[in-house]
Nanobody, 123 residues
Framework: QEQLVESGGGLVQAGGSLRLTCVSS????????MAWFRQAPGKEREFVAG????????YYANIVQGRFTISRDNAKNTVFLQMNSLKPEDTAMYYC????????????????WGQGTQVTVSP
């Protein structure tokens, strides 16, 4: 059964760091582009960062560029999101997503989703 499981969220002070992890199972992970999205209460789910199946290509939303880094370990079916210099406006539920093929930045392009991990940044 295909499954994405996120972990690593939590409560952190502004300026701090967190590392999110997403483990994929039941899918050909090294054929999937992977991405992180987030959704704050009352807001639409938005793209944060994405990485191609090989790891050679990455793409970031402007609001996290330079602060967040996405990476993957295909041997462990895992994708990571290193988040530094966190701000209160980064507070959201963070979701891991997978799609077969090329990297995408739109929610509708992704077929598989995890349940999310909550990130809360205090002022």
């Amino acid at each position: 059964q295909e499954q994405l499981v996120e972990s690593g969220g939590g409560l952190v002070q502004a300026g701090g760091s967190l590392r999110l992890t997403c483990v994929s199972s039941g899918r050909p992970f090294d054929s999937d582009a992977m991405a992180w999205f987030r959704q704050a209460p009352g807001k639409e789910r938005e793209f944060v960062a994405g990485i191609s199946w090989s790891g050679r290509n990455t793409y970031y939303a402007n609001i996290v560029q330079g602060r967040f880094t996405i990476s993957r370990d295909n041997a462990k079916n895992t994708v990571f999101l290193q988040m530094n210099s966190l701000k209160p406006e980064d507070t959201a539920m963070y979701y891991c997503a997978a799609r077969y093929g090329d990297l995408g930045i739109w929610r509708y392009e992704y077929d598989y989703w995890g349940q999310g991990t909550q990130v809360t940044v205090s002022p």
